[in-house]
Structure formats: structure tokens, C-alpha cells
């Protein structure tokens, strides 16, 4: 095929991976029909036909599903997310939990992919312009890669000096390591083409043998396009269609010797540029109105695509709607001959023209018959290369680019909402929001941006809706041609000296979903630092004053004020931070009216205060909290807003508040009102706001020696709703804890222990009661920490066996643990309550590793990567 390249990018990379997997992957696949892609079908498309496909695809990628033992829920993220393939699953004996983790979705995708393929002697994976590949993509690239077999996979893209590759930093490494070794990686680059290979270009691209063209004219050739391979095709292109060369006598092909003036005019231009552009304006108007509607679109587009845009564009003399489409078909048509564009058909098996229940009448229009005669699904283009797209864009003033990805944007939604699928695929939805931000539409961009980000969070793909939420951002930010360098938070001044209410509103929502993702993926400083941006947006935004709704701010605080809980913000010994952020949320939420807020910062004050301390301060705070506080009105609106109700948690801790006073009778009131007032409020679907309520109840009472009675309420409250609703493949925040509570309510008892040495192989194997740094600084503050849990099951379980290796280990385990615990109880601020509950197991547990003499090494020896 024609070898393209682009001037001053001469040189391009051609990676080539042989894979020699012995994975098996015989097998019949006819039920499923592996010669045929599961491919997209857009929202839209209005052919009955189409939409038998898509429910043909849907029913193969079902069939996939079960065959390669997916959780049912790939169907949905897989089928209708990400391929964009409507249609309803079928029955099916899997149990259904948890939407999948990135790496099973990668995982599902590349099996896939090898099962469809797994007829096939050999598979050649051809992907052009790698360097626009996204990062998902790689990874089921480098998944097929590794466990395909009989596999070549060819990958073209521009110089990588000039372009970085999405690609795992390790996967690419090993490609030109270890595989390029074993010979599974080569790596070429394309450079100019010499006279000899602009001999053989011209051969092909006219139809002739290399030997039979002439060798001044492959010379003249070669130094009018500079070797460069697209240049050289555009300039023989134009050749072919004026007719310039010739069989001259000696029997080779050369220039024509009566060659005018003017028909050399198409072969005097410097650059590929100017020709591309020369022959754009050589083109009929309505072409190049349609093409200018066209390379706003993208890439590729579609037919029903443009028409629609067209339609609602574009003034044509033609009221039939058929004509009207005809007009536009042959307009690409023109293009298509041109070598400007390349279509493809898709979406629908081939059909006669007669056959069609439409009101065409194939003998007044023999040339468009004969295009639907191919096929009649949607008519698919794609621009042949980047320069024709690239061209046309410059001619457009940047007004009438903005005007065009409006109206695109409008008909995209227009499609999506007749389809009735508001919510869309990824890629029709990436696809909106990119013409929405075109089009300077800030406002619907940042809507789309925010629902996209949710539903890649949905699937754990945060990394993926960080990068959406960025490209949102940038609708603010300086360009690159941009200078100003008075700026806050990476925000030109002037710019938030002039926005409107509403694009701070998104700008703010924007930082607080971006930073959500951050402290998703543990990138806490990163984190952080998006709150605080936010936070200055809206110091320094004259906008800020015409808000009224105040809420829009509020999960900035409580985002904070986490992440302040987890020790991963720094601090000055008085917590003066802190202290500043929970009065500003206070004066904020009070401001706003909202009981619900204003409950959720009081709370959020109280707990700040008892944990520096003012423990009387606290309880001042959570009077006011008692006056505006109603479970029946508020919980569930509090748990929308916040993710759980952080009211109710609040009054559930200061149980620990009283006994630090010394007030037991206050005490036993609290855990009574919680346990038979509020408890019974609570959506038990919610599991994790169920645990965070009983957390610090469940410590008080197993010391008040009611042990049994919490691991009765911890399983009936918790552990089985988690499991009625989420399944075993389920998630939540404190699922580690689940398994260590229920033990430590068991042994800690009198009695016999159920399966007491399986119970110890568990909590001494590996990481196993390893609960890390998140559950250890988080739940600290409600109660205890979870390193104290283990180190208290180590010790009751070291009191009970006899086997002294195995004693010992316990011991040591149990230790390290209760230390690590003592340490964290007495960082700045304090935890004095999980203090007081670790002190006596780590006396405990030091006392008996005297009497058993464990040697010290054995427990610095157990060195536990927290994470």
C-alpha cells in the first residue's frame, strides 16, 4: 500500500513484536462468529438493521462473558461503555458482584481478543498512529502481546522524539530489552525515500513496472517532493488525474513533451502544504463546506454524522430529505476520488437497492444505487492523512470552527437523547465533550467532563478520569502562546477576575472530583494540592461573592479534612491549619442554612477539637449539632451529599469523649441511643457508614464484657449486608477489618475457640491482619487502630496454643504491631482513647515475650510494608 509521511518528519517507527506464547488457543468459535469484529455501533444511526447488529454483538460479547468466566457486569462496562453495543443480557448462573478492577477489564478484553482470533492460523494486529494510543489501550496491547499465540503485531507512529507514548514505562522497556533479544521486538525507522524507491512509488501509482519509467522523471520527482513519500504520492496523484506523463518512443513512462505552462502549475509548490492547499481550493464549493465540517469532526466521522450537521448548517436547495442526503454522499464522493477521505461500510449485511423499503429510485440515480448496493449500514470516513484534515482546519477563522463543533455537539446530544441513551458510550461521550470544549461551551463541557470522570471512577479507572478532568481545566488555563504570568493556582488572573458564577462553580467541582481521583490512587500530595487550588480559585474569584448556594464548596473541606486525619497534610504543632479550614466550613455551612452541612461541619469541628485535646470544646460543638440534628430528616440527604452520616458518627465517638472525662454513665447513654435510635435509621446497604457509626461503640462494649454481642451485631449489621449486596467480589473502604474483628471477638472470650490452629496459620501468614496506614490513621482517632486489632488476636492466640515456634511468631507478630500502634497513638495530635486501648496488649505482649524469650531481632525482623 502507499507509503505516507509528513515534511520534517521524515522518519517514523515500524515496531514489529512476534509473540511465541505457548498459550492454547484451539478451538471452534463459529457460534460466536470470530471472523466478524465486535465492533461500535454509534448512537444514532436510525436503520432497523443497524440495530440488529448491535443486538447480534451485544449477544457475541454475551457469549464471550460466560465463556471466558467474566463477572456479568463486563457486559455493561465492556459492551455498552466502551464499545458503545447496546442491548440486554441474557440469563446467566454467575453470580454478579462488583463492577471489575482495571486490570480485569484489561484482562477480559485481551482474552477476548485472542478467543475471537483463535481460528486463525495467524493474526497480524496492524495499528496505525500508536503515538495517539491511549493508555488503556497499551495495556490490552501488551496483554495480547504476552498471551497471544501465532501473533504479529505492527505498529506505526510519528518520531518519538516528537511524541510520547502512553505505554507502561516497564512493558516498553522490556520490549527493547529482554524482547527485542529473543527477537519478538524490532524497531525501524522510515526515512525519506531515495530515487530508486520514488522509482517504485511511481511504478505502483501508476500502473506500471519499475523498469519502465524513465530515469529523468523518477529524478525530477525525487527533487520536487524531497523524497518525502506523501508529498511525492500528492504530486504522482496529480499526475495520473491531469494526464502529464506518457510512454515516450524509447517505450518508458516520462513527462508528456507538449506539456503547457499551466499544467505544471500543479507540481510548482515548495511543500506538501501548499499543494494539499492548492487542491482544496480547487474543489467544488459544497465540497469544501461539507469537508470543513468534516475536519471539525475529527479524525473520522460518519455519514448519518454529517448529514445531520449539514442539515442544520448548511443552506441546500433541496427540500426532499433524499435529495437533500444525495447531495451530501456525493459531495464525499468528490473527496473520496480525491484520496482526501477513505469510507468504509459497516454496520449492515449487503442488500440490494430493490430491496430497500426507502424512497431512492435506483434508475434516476445509477451512481448512488451503486454506493448502497455495498452495504446499508452507516457509511464510515476516515481522512487518509493527517495533512488534508490539518489544512482545511487553517483555513477555517477560529469563530467558524467554534460555530461548527456547536452545531456538532447539538446533533451528537440530539442522537444520543433519540436513542434514549443519555448517559452514551465512552467514546460518543469523550467524543460530545471534546465539541462541547471546542466550542467554548464551558459550562456544558464541564458537566460532561464531571459524568464521564464518575463512571470511569465507577470502574477504577480514576487515572482516566483525571485526565478528563484536566482537559476540562485547560479550558482556563493559559495556551502555550500565552505569556501572563500573573497567575493563581495555574489560573491567568484576569481570567478569574472575569468568570462567570457558573465556570467557577465547574472550575471547583472540577478540582474537588480531580482531587478525589488523586487520593483515590494514593497520590495524596497531589491531592492536596488540588483542594488547595481550588481553594484559592474561590479566595481570589469576584464570583465567589454572587453565589448564593455555598454548598458547591463544602466537599472541599471535608476532602481536607480526611486527608488531614490521615496525617498527609504537614502541620504546625497547634494544628493552625486545621483549626482555620474546619472554622471556615463552619462559617460557610451556617451561611448556607443547609442543616444538613452545617450538621456535617459541626461534627466535623467536634471531632477536630477532641482530637487536639479540647474535649470539653468538642462537646460545646456537638450540643449546637443535638438543636439542628434530625436522623429522620437528615440522614439520608447527609449520606448523599457525603457518602455517609457524619452527624451520626459524631455523636457515636464521643462515647470515647465521656470515658476520657470519666463520665460512664454519659457513656452507656450514648451507646444505648446509637445502638436502638440511630442504628435502626441507617441504610444497611450502606455498609461502610453502619461500620464507621459502630466502630467505636464495638471496643467500649467488648470491655464492658458484651464481646459476643458485638460480633453478633458486627455480622448481622455489616458483614452480611455487605455480602447480600455487594457479593464476595465486592468493595468497600474498611473490608479488611471485617475478618480481624470477628476473630478478636471470638478468642478474646473465655471458652473454646472454632478451629483455633486455622486461625493461627491465617493471622501468621504473610500480610494477613496487615491493615495499613489508611485504616491505622483513620479509624485511630474512632477508636483504635488496626495494627492494635491484630496485635490483640496475636496475643489471646499466643495465650492459647502450645506449640512454642508458633508462640513465639505470634508473639513477635503481635509486638511489632502493638509498637508500631503505641507509636502512631502518640503522634501530634494524640489519640488518646486507641492509646489507652493498645497500652495494656503491648504490655501484654512485652511481658510474654520475656517469659517465652523471644529474641528481640525476631520482632524487628517483622518489618510490614504499610500502605
Not at 496492524?126 to 494510543?133: K, N, Q, S, T, W
Not at 520527482?221 to 518525502?228: A, D, E, Y
Not at 459544497?286 to 465540517?293: F, M, P, Y
Not at 511489632?816 to 502518640?826: E, G, K, P, V
Request: proline share 2%.
Amino acid at each position: 500500500n502507499e507509503i505516507q509521511g509528513v515534511r520534517g518528519e521524515i522518519s517514523s517507527d515500524l515496531s514489529c513484536s512476534l509473540s511465541h506464547s505457548e498459550t492454547d488457543s484451539s478451538g471452534d468459535f463459529s457460534s460466536v462468529d470470530s471472523s466478524s469484529s465486535i465492533n461500535s455501533t454509534k448512537s444514532g444511526t436510525q436503520s432497523d438493521i443497524s440495530s440488529a447488529v448491535c443486538s447480534t454483538s451485544f449477544d457475541r460479547l454475551a457469549y464471550l462473558v460466560n465463556e471466558l468466566n467474566a463477572p456479568p457486569e463486563f457486559l455493561e462496562i465492556v459492551g455498552c461503555h466502551i464499545l458503545g453495543i447496546q442491548g440486554k443480557a441474557k440469563a446467566t448462573n454467575q453470580v454478579k458482584h462488583k463492577s471489575g478492577s482495571l486490570d480485569e477489564i484489561v484482562d477480559f478484553m485481551a482474552r477476548a481478543f485472542i478467543r475471537c482470533t483463535s481460528h486463525a492460523d495467524m493474526v497480524v494486529l496492524a495499528l496505525d498512529d500508536v503515538h495517539h494510543l491511549d493508555e488503556l489501550s497499551w495495556k490490552v496491547v501488551e496483554v495480547i502481546f504476552k498471551l497471544g499465540s501465532n501473533l504479529l503485531i505492527i505498529g506505526a507512529s510519528r518520531p518519538l522524539k516528537s511524541y510520547r507514548l502512553e505505554v507502561d514505562p516497564v512493558f516498553w522497556s522490556e520490549l527493547n530489552s529482554a524482547f527485542s533479544k529473543e527477537l519478538r521486538f524490532t524497531s525501524i525507522v522510515l526515512k525519506a525515500l531515495s530515487e530508486i524507491e520514488i522509482r517504485d512509488l511511481a511504478a505502483y501509482k501508476l500502473g506500471a513496472r519499475a523498469h519502465e519509467i524513465e530515469k529523468s522523471f523518477y529524478i525530477d520527482l525525487h527533487i520536487r517532493s524531497g523524497g518525502m513519500p506523501h508529498f511525492a504520492s500528492q504530486i504522482l496523484e496529480n499526475i495520473r488525474r491531469n494526464k502529464l506523463a506518457t510512454m515516450l518512443p524509447s517505450g518508458k513512462i516520462g513527462w508528456r513533451t507538449n506539456l503547457k505552462k499551466e499544467e505544471t502549475l500543479d507540481l510548482n509548490f515548495s511543500t506538501a502544504g501548499e499543494l494539499t492547499i492548492h487542491r482544496i481550493d480547487s474543489l467544488d464549493t459544497l465540497v469544501r463546506q461539507v469537508l470543513h465540517i468534516c475536519a471539525v469532526f475529527g479524525k473520522e466521522f460518519e455519514l448519518y454524522e454529517v448529514v445531520a450537521v449539514c442539515r442544520g448548517w448548511l443552506w441546500i436547495e433541496e427540500s426532499d430529505e433524499d435529495a437533500f442526503v444525495e447531495k451530501i454522499v456525493s459531495a464525499l464522493n468528490v473527496a473520496v476520488n480525491e484520496g482526501i477521505i477513505d469510507e468504509s461500510f459497516e454496520g449492515g449485511e449487503e442488500l440490494k437497492i430493490e430491496d430497500l423499503d426507502d424512497d431512492f429510485e435506483a434508475e434516476k440515480n445509477p451512481s448512488y444505487a451503486s454506493q448502497e448496493e455495498r452495504a446499508v449500514g452507516n457509511i464510515q470516513y476516515r481522512f487518509r492523512h493527517d495533512m488534508w484534515r490539518e489544512a482545511i482546519l487553517k483555513l477555517l477563522l477560529d469563530s467558524r470552527k467554534r460555530e461548527i463543533h456547536s452545531v456538532i455537539a447539538d446533533s451528537l446530544e440530539k442522537s444520543m437523547e433519540e436513542a434514549h441513551d443519555s448517559s452514551g458510550d465512552y467514546s460518543s461521550m469523550i467524543k460530545l465533550f471534546g465539541h462541547r470544549k471546542a466550542s467554548g461551551n464551558t459550562a456544558k463541557a464541564s458537566t460532561l467532563a464531571l459524568a464521564i470522570g464518575g463512571s470511569f471512577v465507577n470502574i477504577f479507572l480514576n487515572n482516566q478520569a483525571i485526565n478528563i478532568y484536566n482537559d476540562a481545566l485547560a479550558m482556563w488555563l493559559p495556551t502555550s502562546e500565552e505569556t501572563d504570568t500573573d497567575v493563581i493556582a495555574g489560573y491567568p488572573v484576569k481570567v478569574l477576575q472575569s468568570i462567570s458564577p457558573q465556570d467557577l462553580q465547574s472550575i471547583v467541582a472540577l478540582h474537588i472530583a480531580k482531587a478525589q481521583c488523586l487520593t483515590n490512587v494514593l497520590r495524596h500530595k497531589d491531592g492536596v494540592q488540588a483542594y488547595n487550588d481550588a481553594l484559592l480559585v474561590i479566595k481570589n474569584t469576584p464570583a465567589s461573592s454572587q453565589i448564593k448556594d455555598r454548598s458547591y464548596s463544602f466537599p472541599l473541606f471535608s476532602g481536607l479534612f480526611f486527608l488531614l486525619k490521615m496525617g498527609k497534610i504537614e502541620q504546625d504543632s497547634e494544628c493552625s491549619y486545621e483549626r482555620g479550614l474546619v472554622e471556615m466550613f463552619v462559617a460557610e455551612t451556617k451561611l448556607h442554612g443547609d442543616p444538613v452541612h452545617y450538621g456535617r461541619s459541626l461534627g466535623m469541628r467536634a471531632e477536630h477539637l477532641a482530637r487536639l485535646g479540647k474535649v470539653h470544646e468538642a462537646f460545646d460543638s456537638l450540643l449546637i449539632l443535638d438543636g439542628i440534628y434530625d436522623v429522620d430528616k437528615h440522614s439520608v440527604a447527609m449520606c448523599k451529599a457525603y457518602g455517609s452520616d457524619r452527624c451520626a458518627q459524631a455523636i457515636s465517638v464521643s462515647v470515647l469523649w465521656n470515658l476520657q472525662l470519666g463520665r460512664v454513665v454519659k457513656a452507656r447513654e450514648t451507646c444505648d441511643f446509637v445502638l436502638n435510635k440511630l442504628l435502626g435509621k441507617m441504610d444497611l446497604r450502606n455498609v461502610h457508614n453502619t461500620m464507621m457509626i459502630l466502630y467505636p461503640i464495638l471496643f467500649v462494649m467488648k470491655d464492658w464484657g458484651h464481646a459476643q454481642k458485638m460480633r453478633k451485631l458486627l455480622n448481622k449489621s455489616i458483614v452480611k449486608p455487605f455480602y447480600e449486596h455487594f457479593g464476595e467480589g465486592g468493595s468497600t473502604p474498611l473490608l479488611l477489618l471485617y475478618k480481624p474483628l470477628d476473630m478478636l471477638f471470638e478468642v478474646c472470650q473465655d471458652g473454646e475457640v472454632h478451629d483455633l490452629l486455622g486461625k493461627v496459620d491465617w493471622i501468621l501468614e504473610g500480610r494477613n491482619g496487615i491493615l495499613g496506614d489508611f485504616i491505622d490513621l483513620s479509624m485511630g482517632t474512632f477508636g483504635r487502630t488496626g495494627a492494635s486489632i491484630t496485635a490483640e488476636i496475636c496475643l489471646h492466640l499466643a495465650r492459647r496454643i502450645e506449640d512454642l515456634h508458633k508462640k513465639r511468631q505470634l508473639l513477635a507478630k503481635g509486638t511489632a504491631l502493638a509498637r508500631r500502634s503505641i507509636c502512631i497513638c502518640l503522634r501530634d495530635p494524640k489519640m488518646p482513647f486507641a492509646y489507652n486501648q493498645t497500652e495494656p496488649v503491648h504490655k501484654a505482649l512485652e511481658e510474654m515475650v520475656v517469659e517465652f524469650d523471644v529474641p528481640e531481632d525476631m520482632i524487628t525482623n517483622k518489618t510490614f510494608d504499610y500502605v
